[in-house]
């Protein structure tokens, strides 16, 4: 390997351990005591041990860094999870790892997430970026329900209604409210499950599908 070469992938290497380190810094600001309102770019860069300008160089913008957070987020704890969802040919079964997917995804630094979407609240540039993603929630639940509804005739009439119900039930407010006493993600997602059958019209269906999940 030639020295240039060489250089170059130290200097990688650098990049990318300043960029985890101020990420991280981030989630433990926002994890911490406090709330979403104390969340500032100068608090992280000091956590980090970075220069504030070294920030805005890695991320561009306050956003950019929330953007990246996120990423990290889903990184941990869906991305490992989606495979099976997408390779699940019965879109029952497909419906239910679902579910269980986005309980556990909202279940990996829930406080940290919680806050994310309290900014979302107080700044209409971050509510943007949260609501485009939970829009692509949404439409992995449409796509689910579209396969249900050629498989199985449902949901009927009200294909619109049933979904919001579903994309409401599996967002994070709601998975928030239902942890509470002590439940992890898959009691929740225990509790979401049948639910969503009763939504979609499917517990005929479910009853002989599901028998081994």
């Not at 913008?61 to 999870?81: F, H, P, V």
């Not at 269980?100 to 279940?107: D, G, L, Q, R, S």
Request: negative net charge.
């Amino acid at each position: 390997m030639s020295p240039r070469a060489y250089n170059l992938g130290l200097r990688q290497a650098s990049t990318e351990e300043t960029r985890a380190r101020i990420i991280e810094a981030a989630r433990e600001l926002l994890g911490g005591p406090g709330n979403a309102a104390g969340f500032r770019v100068d608090a992280v860069a000091r956590l980090a041990g970075v220069a504030r300008v070294t920030v805005y160089y890695q991320f561009g913008s306050k956003l950019g860094l929330l953007e990246a957070l996120y990423n990290d987020l889903a990184a941990r704890g869906l991305a490992d999870r989606l495979p099976a969802v997408f390779h699940e040919s019965d879109p029952l079964q497909a419906l239910y790892r679902l579910i269980e997917a986005f309980c556990h995804f909202w279940a990996t630094d829930r406080v940290v997430t919680r806050r994310l979407r309290a900014l979302a609240l107080l700044d209409d540039e971050v509510g943007q970026g949260i609501r485009e993603r939970d829009e692509w929630r949404r439409g992995h639940f449409q796509r689910l329900v579209g396969r249900l509804q050629e498989q199985y005739g449902q949901p009927e009439p009200d294909r619109v209604a049933a979904l919001d119900l579903l994309y409401t039930l599996t967002s994070f407010e709601s998975y928030d409210l239902l942890a509470r006493d002590n439940r992890d993600a898959d009691a929740v997602a225990g509790l979401i499950k049948p639910l969503s059958l009763k939504i979609l019209g499917l517990e005929p269906m479910a009853a002989t599908n599901l028998e081994e999940y």
